[in-house]
């Protein structure tokens, strides 16, 4: 009979980290490159943006992707025509704003959620004192019903002022 055992390890999840071996380094890079501008121009149908995208090869060699062009996303990048950027921190900046609001709505919803609960907390307390106070033979019940408890795990031969069965 045959060995019938597998030769290779399979699909296993590797441990990101730099490759130590050049010739194997290379062989990544190259392999994931494509995988990398699929995923990039997937991206860029979905959300309908133009991309622009360079990655160096270890050996230092430029690869880019563009959609749709790399010379029409260039372009106003290299005639210093920068508007983008402009309406792209405005965007950021309101979406901070919009943020913020909520989590300091947020913050108020539970501090008044954490002060209503101290207040409740203060007027249980105050009721558990005023019923003590006026009525201390109900403390004094459960003093002594708690003195007439046995401790358990005791010989019946140890004096104790406890009644034992």
């Known amino acids: ?21 050049q010739d194997d380094r290379l062989i990544t890079f190259s392999k ?11 991206l860029s149908i979905l959300c309908g943006n133009e991309i622009f995208f360079i990655i160096f090869s270890p050996a230092g060699k430029p690869f880019t ?4 062009s790399i010379e029409s996303i ?27 609001n909520k989590l300091i709505k947020l913050y108020n919803e539970v501090q008044s ?4 609960s101290n207040e409740t907390q203060k007027v249980l307390a105050q009721q558990v004192t005023s019923e003590t106070d006026s009525n201390p033979s109900r403390s ?3 003093a002594v019903a ?9 010989a019946k031969d140890t004096p104790t002022n406890f009644p034992l069965s």
């Open 1 to 21: 009979m045959a060995n019938t055992g597998k030769k290779t390890r399979g699909k296993q999840k590797i441990e990101i980290k730099m490759i130590e071996n």
């Open 32 to 42: 994931r490159r494509l995988g990398i501008y699929k995923k990039i121009d997937e």
């Open 65 to 68: 992707f563009g959609q749709p």
């Open 74 to 100: 260039a372009n106003p990048f290299l005639n210093g025509n920068i508007h983008v950027i402009d309406n792209t921190c405005a965007l950021i900046e309101a979406h901070c704003t919009v943020r913020i």
């Open 113 to 116: 959620q954490i002060d209503a």
């Open 140 to 142: 004094k019940k459960i």
């Open 146 to 154: 708690s003195s007439m408890l046995a401790p358990t795990g005791l």
